[in-house]
C-alpha cells in the first residue's frame, strides 16, 4: 500500500509491488489494518510453546492437559493475551477484554490459596 486518495473520506487506496514496481489503483472506502497478523515472536521460540504462525499457545499444557488460566502458557507464570495469543479473534475489543480478565489468574498465581 503505497497511497491513500481522498476528500475526507477513503476514496482509493494505491497498490505497489515492491518487487516488479507495478502499481495499481484501486477505488476502496474502507481500511483496516491488522497489525497483530504476523506476530514478533521470534525471541520466544525455545521459551514458550508456538504454533506454526508463531503464535503463543495458551490455556493446554505440553502435555495437553488443560491449564488453571485459558491465557496461562507452558512457562508458569507466564501469560498471553490479544492478538499474540494463538486462537484469540484478532480484535481490538477483545484484546482489551482478555487484559482484565487475566488479572484474576495472575493475582492466583502470585498469591497461591488466597480468594
Not at 509491488?17 to 504476523?38: Q, T, V, Y
Amino acid at each position: 500500500m503505497t497511497a491513500l486518495e481522498g476528500d475526507g473520506y477513503l476514496r482509493a487506496v494505491t497498490f505497489t509491488d515492491h518487487k516488479s514496481g507495478a502499481s495499481e489503483r484501486r477505488p476502496i472506502a474502507n481500511l483496516f489494518l491488522m497489525i497483530g497478523a504476523e506476530p514478533n515472536t521470534e525471541w520466544l521460540d525455545g521459551r514458550l510453546t508456538l504454533d506454526a504462525k508463531g503464535f503463543v499457545q495458551t490455556g493446554k499444557g505440553e502435555d495437553g492437559k488443560a491449564l488453571a488460566s485459558p491465557f496461562a502458557t507452558t512457562r508458569a507464570g507466564v501469560f498471553a493475551v490479544g492478538d499474540v495469543r494463538s486462537g484469540s479473534v484478532k480484535r481490538v475489543a477483545s484484546g482489551v477484554g482478555e487484559g482484565p480478565v487475566v488479572v484474576q489468574a495472575i493475582h492466583q498465581f502470585l498469591n497461591p490459596g488466597v480468594a
